[in-house]
C-alpha cells in the first residue's frame, strides 16, 4: 500500500525528469504500480482510511512521485455527491494530449500536489479542453475529451511525466493576477 512515505517531494531529481515510455505487456511490476497507485487515490478519499494511515487527499498520482521514471499516472476525480460514480476513473499509461482548447482555464483556489508540502499560491492556467489518448493495462488505446476540472488534473498528471511542477506555470511576478483570457473555476 502506498502512503505519504512513499511519495517523494519537490527537490527530488525524479520529478525533474522526463519519464520513460512504458512497452506492452505490462510487466507485473507495472501492474502492481498502476493498482497501488489507484488504490493511494481511493484511499486518500476516504475519510476513515486516509485518517487512519495520514495521508493526504488525491486526485492523481503519476508515477514519477512514487520516485518510478514511467509514463503512468493515475487519475481519480470523484463525483459531485458522495454516491455519485467517478467522474474519471482510470490508469494512464503512456497518455498523450493529441488537442487543446485556446480558452484556458485555472482553479480558483489554485493547485496543489502531493509532492509538493507548502501553498504556492498563484493562477495556473492550463487549458480548459483536452483531446487525450493513453493506454490501458491491458494496452488498449483509448481517445477521449475532457473539460474543466477533469482536463486540469489530466494536464498535471501529465507534467508529472515531463518534469513539470504546477507552480513552474505561475506568473512569477504577479501570481494572483488572472492570465488574460483565462476562465476561473470554482
Known amino acids: 500500500m502506498i502512503t505519504m512515505d512513499n511519495i517523494i517531494r519537490d527537490g527530488n531529481p525524479t520529478l525533474r525528469a ?27 478519499q476516504n475519510p476513515e482510511i486516509a ?23 493515475a487519475v481519480l476525480v470523484p463525483g459531485i455527491e458522495d454516491d455519485d460514480e467517478p467522474i474519471f476513473k482510470h490508469v494512464l499509461i503512456n497518455p498523450t494530449i493529441l488537442s487543446e482548447s485556446v480558452q484556458l482555464a ?46 486540469i488534473v489530466v494536464q498535471h498528471e501529465i507534467d508529472h511525466l515531463n518534469g513539470i511542477l504546477f507552480y513552474d506555470h505561475i506568473n512569477k511576478e ?9 476562465i476561473i473555476l470554482e
Not at 18 to 44: G, T, V, Y
Not at 114 to 143: A, E, Q, T
Request: proline share 7%.
Open 174 to 182: 504577479q501570481p494572483l493576477t488572472v492570465p488574460e483570457g483565462t
Open 51 to 73: 485518517k487512519k494511515y495520514h495521508l493526504r487527499a488525491g486526485v492523481g498520482l503519476a508515477a514519477p512521485q512514487v520516485d518510478v521514471s514511467k509514463r503512468m499516472t
Open 106 to 151: 485555472a482553479l480558483g483556489e489554485g493547485e496543489g500536489c502531493l509532492s509538493v508540502d507548502r501553498d504556492i499560491p498563484g493562477y495556473v492556467p492550463r487549458h480548459d479542453r483536452i483531446k487525450l489518448r493513453w493506454y490501458d493495462l491491458d494496452g488498449n488505446k483509448h481517445v477521449e475529451r475532457l473539460r474543466d476540472y477533469p482536463a
Open 18 to 44: 522526463r519519464a520513460k515510455a512504458i512497452e506492452f505487456p505490462l510487466s507485473e511490476e507495472d501492474k502492481k504500480l498502476a493498482h497501488d497507485m489507484m488504490e493511494f487515490l481511493e484511499n486518500s
